[in-house]
């Protein structure tokens, strides 16, 4: 809900920036899908778990800094989505055997960022855009566990993870009335990472373990429009 709410305030801001700009300035809403997939941990010695794909909305807005520049301030929020992690077994390096089951614990995720692109004309119709974005991702593994020898447990642990990321974007342009429509896609890679220092339980994974997580590169198509 919070992120909601910091996403639907920046279109506000938006839009309202997009009614009183000069003529001379262009700014843009996108609306993006966004695919990734979260980096795999280790959950016991030789046991590492890695959650399937994943896909999310979320919407970027972008500005001029001067009319003649390719330079563009971007605010943007991806809204949470979520993947099953998929460990089931046994997880004990000697007998008897110790059968872990994560399958219904989710990891969810979601971001917001501030940044700027630099956009290159290729022609009039296409623009090739390189970005650099500092991230603040919320990693969040949530769902009930079980093994054999401890029963069963809960998992809700949380960690928001700041970092820049790069994009490249392609987008073609169609004018349309008083604004212009964009189609397009870009691919993302963090310039960081965090790693894992320590094989903790379930119930005790902590920051790291959950920066970890954190994807390292991402996908997305888009639409938007700009005036």
Do not use: C
């Amino acid at each position: 809900m919070k992120l909601f709410s910091i996403l639907m305030a920046l279109l506000v801001s938006g839009s309202l920036f997009a009614q009183q700009r000069s003529n001379d300035i262009s700014a843009r809403v996108i609306l993006f899908g966004e695919a990734i997939q979260t980096s795999g941990i280790l959950l016991a010695p030789g046991v590492k778990d890695q959650a399937n794909y994943q896909t999310g909305p979320g919407i970027r807005l972008m500005g001029q800094f001067d009319s003649d520049s390719h330079w563009n301030w971007e605010l943007a929020g991806r809204f949470p989505s979520s993947a099953n992690m998929v460990t089931n077994r046994d997880i004990s390096p000697a007998p008897p055997a110790n059968v872990l089951d994560v399958t219904k614990v989710k990891v969810y995720y979601s971001y917001w960022s501030l940044g700027a692109g630099y956009l290159i004309p290729l022609g009039s119709a296409v623009d090739f855009g390189m970005h650099l974005e500092g991230r603040g991702e919320t990693i969040n593994p949530k769902g009930d566990y079980s093994t054999t020898d401890g029963g069963t447990g809960t998992i809700d642990a949380h960690s928001v993870y700041f970092r820049p990321w790069v994009r490249l974007s392609l987008d073609l342009k169609m004018k349309t009335g008083s604004v212009t429509t964009l189609i397009g896609a870009d691919a993302g890679v963090a310039v960081i990472r965090a790693t894992q220092r320590a094989i903790l339980p379930m119930s005790q994974v902590d920051s790291q373990t959950l920066n970890a997580m954190a994807p390292t590169s991402s996908f997305a198509l888009y639409a938007g429009v700009q005036f």
